[in-house]
């Protein structure tokens, strides 16, 4: 059989993964996607969709303000804007303490312009009437919106292969060897492909792909829950969360509400379900926050399956060990407004630059025991 | 006193669905000791088939016509559940997880754990999309019937039955008895099909009968019936006027004041699904089933199947599928059950079969129209149309019936794909150019049926 | 206007009183809010999407076409429900109710 060959092989068809592989096919590098199921089909396919900035750690603020540009541009890039709104991101307060973490968050991420507006309990009332009384106030980012996140990733995927990438779907990878300084990796079905660079976008599969070249990263995998309600009249056209986390909510053009909160468990063969404490809560959480839920219908409940880091930011760097291995992964529930920013990152990586930003925030080493100057 | 710890610990079998498949199941239960739980969504027991109306009027011979001595002998034995077994009426299961399932009833939330599960969830009406399916008026052979025997009500008074399949005949003939004004029954199958099917309707020559008695009756009192006649369209504006039919390469309009369709039946099988029973594509169904031996035993240890949930076999071969699932549900627990019984069952259900096989011949469940137009809603719940899915499949290049779900929403309706599955899966297959059986199904997901939030907020902690 | 159903034998017996849009209609115990709303009408609700008007389609729960609101906010299945006295139900879009 033919062995496929490429400059950089990327190993997941995700949004970080899809992305790459356009940014890399744009700037003339040959690259192979590689994807075991079908691409964005993952945590990338069943998120939220909320394209939010306000609420990232600060180190994530850069890729969150390149990534808002791109996201302005997706027809342009991708052919489609997978039904991209800047609805506005509502983050509520439930108590005075909760009000002032925002306003503390506002004022230390004031360099970034994220536009922040605080509001109280009279603001609310009047601007988005909606909402349940007795919410003590909030922080809107006008800027933030949402996406469909089914759209995207096949959509990265499919502009990356006009571009010439080429996409190996149903292709799990055996195991990994190397031939004269190239990585070789073989799949189950024996279709082989080598490249000189390997990126490592696997998700949330992304600690078990690090472990077949010797690293080891802490990453804990987490389920999040997730409902939608039926198609209801417009009830609110910002895209919401709370203070504290824990309940998000947006309603999609068609009228539905999709909202989540809590986390599910694993099922056998990578597959999770909603937890029913998560969807409890869940139950109780949306008409306190917006009461004419109270008897909408819930049409289905679903989970997926992701990363977390135990500082909640991702791994964007250089294999500790492995040379022209990069690993891109571990979103911790945020990867999806920042992965086309990602994607343009990890092609400059790739080819040598831009390495130093990333290298001190998101490195793959950064729980190594730190040598003594 | 507290019970004994021993007693409280062990979990019980559980039956869900009180049709013919589950009554028998639980009564077999019973007579060798067990006291099951049985799960229903209706006040009362009888399934769709035998379903008891909540005020009866009329005879029961004028309900269930020829089937009445059976629907009352369900009726009965379903009584003697509601005394004897922990019966709980008007409960859905919403969720499942190996060993427990979630229930609600009234909008209370609760729990319960199973040693081990029957599940006889039973079928609804086939039907394919067909312009002016959504109007006023239009409903399925079902839910027509369930309007007479279960409200004493009737459709119309001008009513076309339309579609295929032994129901056809049977709804028509019950209207046109209780003073229905039966304008046309359009059979889509060939006459020649019946013909030929004949020898195998014979392995039941009662029910033959009955089905020629009904078609006799039609007859004679001048009710137009065709074969190999389809609807092109329902027509009307805020209602059903009328029905657009080919009839022997005619197109001809009849006018009604409501219009009936259905292609035989398809199973409900979500909570097979949720959990993980394997399943396969029936060729002859044109469906995805949850996989079955010949006892009933899913592929999931303690998770069991009967009646026409895990495929499409008649209320009688539901009833024995219920009693032999129930003995495998005791054997398997150490249990000594009657082995003559169940080679008796085996017998019958095999004679059941070739008949079944033949009905499906004299019916051949029909297709959606190829060349339909775009504008046809294909997903009544949010009105997607053939055109849509159609582009998606083309730009997407889609030959995955999930794939086709997450990036049209067809199946994210309230229905949750009932109604829209079949149409759209053999839209899909018939424009990428695939067979049926490689495109997949769409997989269940909690909740079973819709549930206002408020009540999945009421869960116990 | 031609309701979609009628009774197939009148029955002596006392009637419940429901309203639908304000205007009182009649039914008897044992029906179903379908069966109460269509001997009096044409249709069951309006849909979201294009607002064309729908009226239930397979009466047994599973085609979830039937769903209607009541005055107070609560949504029922109407095929599934049994009609009760007082019950005030509206031709109003899921979301809309407060």
Same mark, same amino acid.
């Given at each position: 059989m033919t062995v496929l060959h490429a400059d950089v092989a990327i190993i997941g068809a995700g949004l970080a993964g899809t992305s790459a592989a356009l940014a890399l096919r744009r700037a003339g590098v040959s690259t192979i996607l590689i994807e075991r199921?079908?691409?964005?089909?993952?945590a990338s396919g069943v998120n939220f969709g909320g394209v939010r900035r306000q609420g990232r750690n600060m180190e994530q603020l850069y890729l969150a303000q390149r990534a808002q540009g791109i996201w302005a541009r997706l027809p342009e890039l991708i052919g489609t804007d997978a039904e991209y709104v800047r609805t506005g991101h509502l983050k509520l307060a439930r108590s005075q303490e909760d009000l002032d973490k925002l306003i503390a968050y506002r004022d230390k991420v004031r360099d970034f312009e994220l536009g922040l507006e605080i509001l109280d309990a009279a603001d609310l009332r009047r601007r988005f009437p909606a909402l349940a009384p007795g919410i003590v106030g909030g922080s809107l980012c006008p800027g933030d919106g949402q996406a469909n996140p089914r759209l995207l990733s096949p959509a990265f995927a499919h502009a990356a292969q006009r571009a010439g990438a080429r996409l190996l779907e149903h292709c799990a990878i055996a195991h990994v060897d190397t031939q004269a300084g190239d990585f070789l990796l073989t799949a189950v079905d024996n279709r082989r492909i080598r490249a000189g660079t390997v990126i490592n976008a696997a998700g949330a599969w992304g600690a078990v792909v690090a472990g077949w070249f010797g690293d080891d990263l802490p990453l804990q995998i987490k389920y999040p829950t997730m409902l939608v309600t039926e198609p209801l009249t417009p009830q609110i056209d910002v895209s919401l969360g709370v203070e504290g986390g824990g309940f998000y909510a947006r309603q999609v053009a068609r009228g539905n509400i999709v909202m989540g909160g809590g986390y599910g468990h694993a099922l056998p063969g990578d597959r999770s379900r909603p937890g029913p404490a998560a969807l409890a809560e869940l139950g109780r959480a949306a008409p306190a926050v917006l009461p004419a839920l109270a008897s909408a219908s819930v049409i289905r409940c679903w989970s997926g399956i992701e990363g977390y880091f135990p500082d909640k930011n991702p791994v964007i760097g250089f294999s500790p060990h492995t040379p022209r291995l990069v690993h891109a992964f571990g979103?911790?529930?945020?990867g999806f407004q920042i992965a086309p920013a990602v994607g343009e990152v990890l092609a400059e990586m790739v080819q040598g630059e831009n390495t130093l930003m990333m290298a001190e925030r998101f490195s793959a080493s950064r729980w190594s025991a730190r040598p003594t100057q | 006193m507290t019970a004994s710890p021993k007693a409280e610990a062990a979990p019980p079998m559980v039956v869900v669905g009180a049709g013919p498949a589950g009554v028998r199941a639980a009564q077999t239960l019973l007579r060798h000791g067990v006291r099951p739980v049985i799960i229903d969504e209706? @006040? +009362? @027991? #009888?399934?769709?088939?035998y379903r008891q109306s909540p005020a009866p009027r009329g005879s029961a011979r004028q309900r269930y016509g020829f089937e009445h001595k059976r629907a009352a002998a369900i009726h009965a034995a379903g009584a003697r559940l509601r005394e004897q077994a922990d019966y709980r009426a008007r409960t859905a299961v919403w969720n499942a997880a190996p060993g427990r399932l979630d229930l609600v009833r009234d909008g209370e939330l609760d729990s319960l754990p199973y040693a081990r599960l029957l599940i006889a969830t039973g079928a609804t009406d086939r039907v394919l999309p067909f312009p002016?399916?959504? +109007? @006023?008026g239009v409903f399925s052979l079902g839910g027509a019937q369930i309007a007479l025997k279960g409200q004493h009500c009737l459709l119309g008074p001008r009513i076309v039955f339309a579609g295929t399949g032994p129901l056809l005949y049977l709804v028509a003939y019950q209207y046109a008895r209780a003073g229905g004004q039966v304008q046309a029954v359009l059979d889509s199958a060939p006459l020649s099909r019946q013909a030929g099917a004949l020898p195998a309707l014979m392995n039941q020559p009662g029910m033959l009968a009955k089905g020629l008695y009904y078609l006799g009756w039609l007859r004679a009192r001048g009710v137009p019936m065709h074969h190999s006649a389809s609807l092109a369209a329902a027509l009307g504006a805020a209602r059903v006027e009328g029905v657009r039919a080919r009839i022997g390469g005619a197109e001809r309009t009849i006018a009604c004041d409501a219009l009936a369709v259905g292609h035989g039946l398809r199973s409900e099988t979500q909570l097979a699904d949720l959990l993980d029973c394997a399943f396969g594509f029936d060729a002859a169904q044109r469906a995805w089933l949850p996989q079955r031996d010949a006892d009933g035993r899913s592929s999931v240890v303690g998770v069991y199947l009967a009646g026409? #949930?895990? #495929?499409?076999?008649?209320a009688i071969q539901a009833e024995l599928s219920g009693e032999r699932g129930a003995l495998a549900m005791l054997a398997d627990s150490g249990i000594d059950i009657d082995r003559a019984r169940l080679r008796r069952l085996e017998r019958r259900q095999a004679a059941l079969s070739r008949f079944r096989q033949g009905l499906d011949r004299a019916f051949p469940l029909p297709s959606v129209d190829r060349d339909c137009d775009d504008s046809l809603i294909v997903c009544r719940c949010e009105e997607i149309r053939a055109g849509e899915l159609r582009a998606a499949a083309a730009q997407y290049a889609i030959d995955d019936l999930n794939r086709l779900k997450a990036l049209t929403r067809i199946g994210m309706g309230l229905c949750q794909g009932r109604m829209c599955q079949g149409g759209a899966a053999e839209l899909l297959a018939d424009c990428r150019g695939i067979p049926l059986s490689a495109i997949g199904r769409l997989r269940s997901q909690a909740p079973i049926k819709p549930m206002p939030l408020s009540t999945l907020g009421e869960a116990r902690p | 206007m031609k309701p979609l159903l009628r009774r197939a034998a009148p029955l002596d017996a006392p009637a419940l009183r429901l309203t639908w849009n304000g205007q009182p209609i009649a039914a008897q115990p044992g029906d179903t809010v379908l069966t109460a709303l269509l001997l009096s009408g044409e249709r069951l609700r309006t849909t979201l999407g294009t607002g064309a008007p729908r009226a239930g389609? =397979?009466?047994?729960?599973?085609?979830?076409? =039937?769903w209607v609101q009541c005055a107070d906010g609560r949504r029922l299945r109407a095929c599934s429900t049994l009609a009760e006295e007082g019950m005030a139900l509206v031709d109003s879009l899921p979301g809309e109710c407060p």
């Amino acid at each position: 059989m033919t062995v496929l060959h490429a400059d950089v092989a990327i190993i997941g068809a995700g949004l970080a993964g899809t992305s790459a592989a356009l940014a890399l096919r744009r700037a003339g590098v040959s690259t192979i996607l590689i994807e075991r199921g079908l691409c964005g089909a993952r945590a990338s396919g069943v998120n939220f969709g909320g394209v939010r900035r306000q609420g990232r750690n600060m180190e994530q603020l850069y890729l969150a303000q390149r990534a808002q540009g791109i996201w302005a541009r997706l027809p342009e890039l991708i052919g489609t804007d997978a039904e991209y709104v800047r609805t506005g991101h509502l983050k509520l307060a439930r108590s005075q303490e909760d009000l002032d973490k925002l306003i503390a968050y506002r004022d230390k991420v004031r360099d970034f312009e994220l536009g922040l507006e605080i509001l109280d309990a009279a603001d609310l009332r009047r601007r988005f009437p909606a909402l349940a009384p007795g919410i003590v106030g909030g922080s809107l980012c006008p800027g933030d919106g949402q996406a469909n996140p089914r759209l995207l990733s096949p959509a990265f995927a499919h502009a990356a292969q006009r571009a010439g990438a080429r996409l190996l779907e149903h292709c799990a990878i055996a195991h990994v060897d190397t031939q004269a300084g190239d990585f070789l990796l073989t799949a189950v079905d024996n279709r082989r492909i080598r490249a000189g660079t390997v990126i490592n976008a696997a998700g949330a599969w992304g600690a078990v792909v690090a472990g077949w070249f010797g690293d080891d990263l802490p990453l804990q995998i987490k389920y999040p829950t997730m409902l939608v309600t039926e198609p209801l009249t417009p009830q609110i056209d910002v895209s919401l969360g709370v203070e504290g986390g824990g309940f998000y909510a947006r309603q999609v053009a068609r009228g539905n509400i999709v909202m989540g909160g809590g986390y599910g468990h694993a099922l056998p063969g990578d597959r999770s379900r909603p937890g029913p404490a998560a969807l409890a809560e869940l139950g109780r959480a949306a008409p306190a926050v917006l009461p004419a839920l109270a008897s909408a219908s819930v049409i289905r409940c679903w989970s997926g399956i992701e990363g977390y880091f135990p500082d909640k930011n991702p791994v964007i760097g250089f294999s500790p060990h492995t040379p022209r291995l990069v690993h891109a992964f571990g979103f911790s529930g945020g990867g999806f407004q920042i992965a086309p920013a990602v994607g343009e990152v990890l092609a400059e990586m790739v080819q040598g630059e831009n390495t130093l930003m990333m290298a001190e925030r998101f490195s793959a080493s950064r729980w190594s025991a730190r040598p003594t100057q | 006193m507290t019970a004994s710890p021993k007693a409280e610990a062990a979990p019980p079998m559980v039956v869900v669905g009180a049709g013919p498949a589950g009554v028998r199941a639980a009564q077999t239960l019973l007579r060798h000791g067990v006291r099951p739980v049985i799960i229903d969504e209706a @006040p +009362l @027991p #009888g399934g769709q088939i035998y379903r008891q109306s909540p005020a009866p009027r009329g005879s029961a011979r004028q309900r269930y016509g020829f089937e009445h001595k059976r629907a009352a002998a369900i009726h009965a034995a379903g009584a003697r559940l509601r005394e004897q077994a922990d019966y709980r009426a008007r409960t859905a299961v919403w969720n499942a997880a190996p060993g427990r399932l979630d229930l609600v009833r009234d909008g209370e939330l609760d729990s319960l754990p199973y040693a081990r599960l029957l599940i006889a969830t039973g079928a609804t009406d086939r039907v394919l999309p067909f312009p002016g399916w959504v +109007l @006023p008026g239009v409903f399925s052979l079902g839910g027509a019937q369930i309007a007479l025997k279960g409200q004493h009500c009737l459709l119309g008074p001008r009513i076309v039955f339309a579609g295929t399949g032994p129901l056809l005949y049977l709804v028509a003939y019950q209207y046109a008895r209780a003073g229905g004004q039966v304008q046309a029954v359009l059979d889509s199958a060939p006459l020649s099909r019946q013909a030929g099917a004949l020898p195998a309707l014979m392995n039941q020559p009662g029910m033959l009968a009955k089905g020629l008695y009904y078609l006799g009756w039609l007859r004679a009192r001048g009710v137009p019936m065709h074969h190999s006649a389809s609807l092109a369209a329902a027509l009307g504006a805020a209602r059903v006027e009328g029905v657009r039919a080919r009839i022997g390469g005619a197109e001809r309009t009849i006018a009604c004041d409501a219009l009936a369709v259905g292609h035989g039946l398809r199973s409900e099988t979500q909570l097979a699904d949720l959990l993980d029973c394997a399943f396969g594509f029936d060729a002859a169904q044109r469906a995805w089933l949850p996989q079955r031996d010949a006892d009933g035993r899913s592929s999931v240890v303690g998770v069991y199947l009967a009646g026409d #949930g895990a #495929g499409i076999g008649g209320a009688i071969q539901a009833e024995l599928s219920g009693e032999r699932g129930a003995l495998a549900m005791l054997a398997d627990s150490g249990i000594d059950i009657d082995r003559a019984r169940l080679r008796r069952l085996e017998r019958r259900q095999a004679a059941l079969s070739r008949f079944r096989q033949g009905l499906d011949r004299a019916f051949p469940l029909p297709s959606v129209d190829r060349d339909c137009d775009d504008s046809l809603i294909v997903c009544r719940c949010e009105e997607i149309r053939a055109g849509e899915l159609r582009a998606a499949a083309a730009q997407y290049a889609i030959d995955d019936l999930n794939r086709l779900k997450a990036l049209t929403r067809i199946g994210m309706g309230l229905c949750q794909g009932r109604m829209c599955q079949g149409g759209a899966a053999e839209l899909l297959a018939d424009c990428r150019g695939i067979p049926l059986s490689a495109i997949g199904r769409l997989r269940s997901q909690a909740p079973i049926k819709p549930m206002p939030l408020s009540t999945l907020g009421e869960a116990r902690p | 206007m031609k309701p979609l159903l009628r009774r197939a034998a009148p029955l002596d017996a006392p009637a419940l009183r429901l309203t639908w849009n304000g205007q009182p209609i009649a039914a008897q115990p044992g029906d179903t809010v379908l069966t109460a709303l269509l001997l009096s009408g044409e249709r069951l609700r309006t849909t979201l999407g294009t607002g064309a008007p729908r009226a239930g389609f =397979c009466l047994m729960g599973a085609c979830q076409d =039937c769903w209607v609101q009541c005055a107070d906010g609560r949504r029922l299945r109407a095929c599934s429900t049994l009609a009760e006295e007082g019950m005030a139900l509206v031709d109003s879009l899921p979301g809309e109710c407060p």
